[in-house]
């Protein structure tokens, strides 16, 4: 019985990224950066919608990044890791459906509705990735987290196929002067049935995953929330040299962070740009969703046979191939096969970063922790994008951000490269159990 609660719990947790994926790719990655670019921000010039978009992403970034370590430290505390989860949940999906109001020229209001939504998204994963090593056995976290991706990819990728099919098809059965207007209501709805998807397939979690136990650490007796959260910040900076790989990897997940994130939320914004049809964009999106499924599984297979660190080499390496060739993008096709390429990598690499972080930290810091891991993630999407707008603003289009990448990635390659990985999960469980022992 309890053998079948713990692979229900997996089953539940999993299910998550199933529904918020669908954020991930009709709000972030397919549709909405096309409507933004031409009917939200279809007044402006074609590299400052670019150029906008990636502002906005920053920002957001930068809010949720902000506000995730002291969050974080109070959701240990209170051991409310699932209600601050919840919260930020109905944050994005409330801040989603709102989306359905943006019309053309509204680009500042899309850009509003967006900012919240990413916020409530990016918020909710920190709680999401710190529940991780309470429902994952040691030797089950790499496995549990590339099927948390690959079950992402596939929900994500079913509902963006069902928008698609709206935004395509639905407008053929009207009369050709109502097209445009029924094409934009039909995109709009979309926006709409991303909030329901993420809201209705976060039940299994909040029923059938249990919080965690709470843990009261010597000398936190009688401290509210907020005082113990800056009290564990205080502790946890205090102690940074104790955790001396966790900041390397940390550091070196923020790098080449920078590039992944940026690949990510400019791709279609980029494709717009130099123009790459509508079809094409939303199409290769939804065909790297599929593919990606796949492939999330196999590098948690790999990481059993290289080593989760070679296995990151090699995604940062053929992302590295990726960002240059997408200097030299000029047709259709390259864009799909661009697009197959990035399948290959983009679920391994942020599965066997978030398996590797949570083998890096205790696990009764985990949301503290993933909400430092959620800062360095965050202020890559800041960085990346920003710099991807002024380059694109000063250049007057954005071949060379595209270039640029590749630093990110050879130098995320060379931090990792210092983290000694035993030697951190040695530390880690160390200061378990003292943590442990001083509950007691």
Do not use: C
């Not at 707008?389 to 060379?400: D, H, N």
């Amino acid at each position: 019985m309890e053998e079948q609660l713990h692979k229900r719990a997996i089953q539940a947790w999993v299910m998550y990224d199933w529904a918020n994926s669908a954020f991930a790719t009709t709000i972030m990655a397919a549709v909405l950066p096309v409507y933004y670019a031409t009917v939200a921000a279809g007044n402006l010039p074609p590299h400052m919608a670019t150029a906008y978009w990636g502002f906005t992403t920053s920002i957001s970034a930068l809010i949720a990044a902000l506000i995730s370590p002291v969050l974080g430290a109070m959701a240990d505390f209170r051991g409310s890791k699932k209600r601050f989860l919840t919260i930020f949940m109905l944050i994005g999906v409330t801040s989603t459906a709102l989306l359905y109001f943006v019309r053309t020229g509204d680009w500042l209001l899309a850009s509003l509705f967006f900012l919240f939504g990413n916020i409530g998204f990016a918020g909710s994963l920190v709680y999401y990735d710190a529940l991780l090593p309470h429902v994952a056995r040691p030797d089950e976290i790499d496995k549990v987290s590339s099927r948390g991706y690959a079950m992402g990819y596939i929900g994500g990728g079913i509902l963006l196929a069902i928008n698609l099919a709206m935004i395509l098809f639905v407008p053929s059965f009207f009369p050709a002067e109502q097209e445009g207007e029924i094409t934009q209501l039909m995109t709009r709805l979309s926006f709409v049935t991303v909030a329901v998807w993420w809201l209705v397939f976060t039940f299994p979690l909040l029923r059938r995953v249990s919080e965690p136990e709470r843990r009261i650490i010597r000398g936190e007796e009688g401290f509210s929330p907020i005082q113990a959260a800056f009290s564990r910040l205080g502790n946890t900076f205090k102690e940074i040299r104790r955790y001396r790989d966790l900041s390397f990897f940390l550091l070196a997940f923020w790098v080449y962070a920078n590039g992944i994130g940026t690949i990510i939320t400019m791709a279609t914004a980029y494709g717009a740009e130099i123009g790459i049809t509508q079809n094409t964009l939303i199409g290769t999106l939804l065909m790297v969703q599929f593919l990606a499924a796949p492939f999330a599984i196999l590098f948690g297979w790999l990481s059993k046979k290289l080593g989760v660190r070679p296995s990151i080499y090699l995604s940062l390496g053929i992302y590295t191939v990726i960002a240059i060739a997408g200097y030299f993008l000029r047709y259709e096709w390259q864009f799909w096969t661009l697009g197959a390429a990035v399948a290959t990598v983009q679920g391994g690499s942020q599965a066997l970063s978030r398996s590797l972080m949570s083998r890096l930290m205790p696990k009764s810091k985990s949301a503290e922790f993933f909400s430092f891991f959620s800062v360095f993630e965050k202020f890559a999407n800041i960085a990346g994008p920003f710099l991807f707008g002024v380059v694109s603003t000063l250049m007057g289009e954005s071949r060379l951000s595209i270039a640029s990448l590749v630093v990110f990635f050879a130098v995320g390659i060379f931090l990792l490269s210092r983290v000694n990985i035993e030697r951190g999960i040695r530390v880690a469980e160390e200061d378990e159990q003292r943590m442990i022992a001083e509950a007691a």
